[in-house]
C-alpha cells in the first residue's frame, strides 16, 4: 500500500479523496439556511477553487450520478439481537433509492461474507437479508477492507458503505484499523456508521446503578462484574472515537441512536441524503501527476446555500 505523500498535520480527517484520472469528482451535499436539502442547481451555482486557484467547470460539471451502496451488518454476538431491525430498516432504505443506484450486501462476524453481490433488484436484496445468520467474533476491520478492495475495484460511481455494528474488532482478522481507513480513503468511499454503542452503554450504565444500590455485602460480591462493565464501558468509549474518525476521515457519518426502534429513520436519513448529493466534475489546472496532496474548496454563488464535501484528493502518481 503506497505511503501517503503528506504530513498528518497538513490535512484533517475527512480532507482525502483519490483520483486516477485527470478528471475530478467531488461529491457535494448543498443545504438551505434552514439545513434542507437542494437538489435544483446549475453548474453556474458553483465554484470550485483546488489550492485556492479558480478551477473552470466543464460542461459535464454536475451530474446527479448513481451510487454504488454496499450494505455491511455486524452478525456477532454483540448485534446479532437486532438483525431483524436490520433487515426492516434496509428494506426501507432500498425503496429511498432511485432506480439506477446499486446496493451489495456484506455480513461480517467469525468471516466476511458477501451475502448480495451487485443488485438492482429490491427482491434480491430481501432475499439476500434472509439468508444472514448469526454469529460470535468480529472481524470489523477485514470486512471494511473487503468492502474497499473487491466492491469499488472499478467503476466511476458515487460510492457509500453503511455499517451497522459496534465498531469493536475482535482482532481476530489481518486488517488493523489504520490500513482499513486508508484502504477506504484510497476507494473514495464514504462511510455511515449506524452504532448501537449508545444503546449498549445504557445498559451497562443501568446494571451499574443498579449494583451501587445494593447492600454492602452485595455490592463486594458484584466488585469483579462492576469491573467488567465499566471496562466495557471503556472499550464501548474507545469504539466511538475511532468510528468518529473512520466517518469523518471518509466524509461519511457516526450515528447513536439509543434505540433500534430509530433504525429506520437512521437508514431513511442517509438515504435522502445520497439521493440528494451532487457529484461536482473539473479538469485540473495542474496537470502535474506527482501524487501529491490538492486542496479543494466549494463555494454556492448563493449566500444562504451551504456545501458540504470533503476538501481534497491525491493527484495521479507520475
Known sequence: MPALRVRPEDIKPGDVISVNTNEVMLPVTVRDAGGRLVSDLSRN??????????????????????????????????????????????????????????????????????????????????????????????????????????????????????????????????????????????????????????????????????????????IRFNQLKVKDLEEGLRILDASEERLSQLTIATGGRLYKPTSFDSLDSTYAEVADELRHQYALYYTPGNKTRDGSFRRVRVEMTTPSYSATTRVGYFAPPK
Open 45 to 218: 451555482d458553483f465554484k470550485v477553487f483546488e489550492d485556492g486557484q479558480d478551477q473552470p467547470l466543464s460542461d459535464l460539471a454536475l451530474r446527479q450520478v448513481p451510487v454504488d451502496v454496499v450494505l455491511m451488518v455486524d452478525a456477532s454476538s454483540s448485534v446479532a439481537h437486532y438483525l431483524d431491525d436490520f433487515r426492516r430498516a434496509v428494506d426501507g432504505f432500498a425503496t429511498r433509492l432511485a432506480p439506477e443506484d446499486r446496493i451489495s450486501l456484506i455480513k461480517f462476524d467469525d468471516r466476511v461474507e458477501l451475502v448480495q453481490d451487485w443488485t438492482q433488484s429490491r427482491f434480491q436484496l430481501h432475499r439476500a437479508l434472509s439468508r444472514i445468520a448469526p454469529g460470535m467474533f468480529t472481524r470489523f476491520n477485514d470486512a471494511l477492507l473487503l468492502a474497499a478492495k473487491q466492491q469499488f475495484a472499478s467503476n466511476k460511481s458515487r460510492r457509500a458503505i453503511i455499517v451497522l455494528s459496534d465498531g469493536i474488532d475482535s482482532g481476530r482478522g489481518a486488517t488493523t484499523f489504520e490500513m482499513a481507513v486508508q484502504t477506504l480513503l484510497q476507494a473514495q468511499a464514504a462511510v455511515y456508521v449506524v452504532s448501537n454503542t449508545a444503546i449498549q452503554r445504557a445498559t451497562k450504565k443501568a446494571e451499574l446503578d443498579s449494583m451501587s444500590r445494593g447492600s454492602e455485602s452485595e
